[in-house]
């Protein structure tokens, strides 16, 4: 009986792994690339935003004159920076 046991453990050693079959959504998509997709769409859309937001963060600045910065342009500020580190955090999961 041990023998038997032996044999088996040795015989599933041997045989090739396979990796489990990649997740599909219930469409039969590949749940990886539609998640690449997905951050894709999102993120070109979080340029476009930080576009717009910079433009106008910079014309308010240039309209200002005096040395004060407006607490909207903080908001701008950070909504930019927000926006850019969620854009960095989606490509470094493509690497």
Known sequence: MAT???TVLLLLQTLPQQEPPEPRLPDGKSR??????HDYEKSKQD???IIKLAQELQREIERNEQF???VDSIRKAEKIEKLSKNIKKRFRRLR
């Open 4 to 6: 038997y046991a032996l």
């Open 32 to 37: 990886t690339l539609a998640i690449l997709q």
């Open 47 to 49: 340029v476009s935003e």
């Open 68 to 70: 004060v910065v407006d």
